[in-house]
């Protein structure tokens, strides 16, 4: 699925963007907070946060996912799935 993912990069975003983004009653990414807090721990200088989302072809035949990759030396190490249908 990794290598899929790199194609799916949208936009590269800091930590605190993407927690504003993903507020849920004041908590970052609400229920998911401990995956985030995780996937923020692996976080390393030089890395880089990125939103991803599948084609829309996958969201249309109810295969679709979003969320967070971290990537180093850009290739995607590490993601965080904060939607599936």
């Known amino acids: 699925m990794k290598s899929m993912l790199q194609q799916w990069l949208q936009r590269k975003a800091t930590i605190e963007e993407l927690e504003a983004e993903h507020l849920v009653n004041g908590i970052p990414f609400g229920f998911c907070n401990s995956e985030w807090n995780d996937l923020k721990s692996k976080i390393q200088a030089g890395d880089e946060l990125?939103?991803?989302?599948?084609p829309p072809e996958d969201w249309d035949r109810l295969m679709g996912m979003e969320g967070i990759a971290l990537v180093r030396g850009g290739v995607i190490v590490e993601s965080f799935i904060t939607?599936?249908?």
């Open 50 to 54: 990125w939103t991803f989302s599948s």
């Open 83 to 85: 939607a599936l249908n």
